[in-house]
């Protein structure tokens, strides 16, 4: 039995918009939030394909019916007034946030299927998400546990930025990490 072909691609913001449901299902299973959660999530996902610097990707499997999205991630131009800037902002020591912050790339979301981890797709994912950007920086939070994506990001060149940081909302402790881009370049 061959495994199944997934291709990775760009994704063009209305399609974004458009498939945001699909997406966000993805995002709920894979982080073990109930539907009210992933319900509350929806207009944020909306207001973010209108930030500065919006760029998605998805990786879709081949399946009798076609291709289905299986994994999704998107970011933006971090900025002053975000909610996960300012967040971060106060999380972070003065001389980190001003290393750090200004033009860096926010991984926002980047998700994939629990039917279809550990076969590299977040890596591959998050490689096409942040490849030729312009910016010096991508930043992201991620529970901090030594979970599977905790471990990719860390092989891809991630360093702490903050660890044990509680945002509003979410009882369990986050890490904040920056990789300098593009990936691989030192800290």
């Not at 076609?66 to 999380?91: I, K, N, S, T």
Request: charged content about 20%; aromatic content about 10%; hydrophobic content about 40%.
């Amino acid at each position: 039995m061959t495994a199944p072909t997934t291709r990775v691609t760009e994704l063009p913001t209305a399609w974004m918009r458009e498939h945001l449901h699909e997406a966000l299902a993805i995002y709920g299973r894979a982080m073990g939030y109930g539907d009210s959660v992933v319900a509350g999530r929806y207009g944020y996902a909306v207001q973010h394909t209108e930030r500065q610097g919006f760029r998605a990707v998805g990786a879709f499997a081949a399946g009798p019916d076609g291709e289905h999205l299986v994994g999704f991630g998107y970011g933006y131009l971090v900025a002053p007034g975000q909610w996960w800037h300012d967040q971060v902002r106060h999380a972070l020591d003065r001389r980190t946030a001003k290393r750090w912050l200004p033009g860096g790339f926010e991984v926002c979301e980047l998700h994939v299927d629990p039917d279809h981890q550990s076969q590299g797709l977040g890596r591959q994912l998050l490689h096409a998400l942040v490849r030729d950007l312009p910016y010096p920086a991508a930043l992201l939070s991620t529970p901090d546990s030594d979970t599977k994506a905790f471990r990719l990001y860390r092989a891809d060149g991630f360093v702490d930025l903050a660890r044990n940081h509680h945002f509003p909302g979410d009882a369990r402790p986050f890490a904040i990490l920056g990789a300098r881009l593009p990936l691989g370049t030192p800290a």
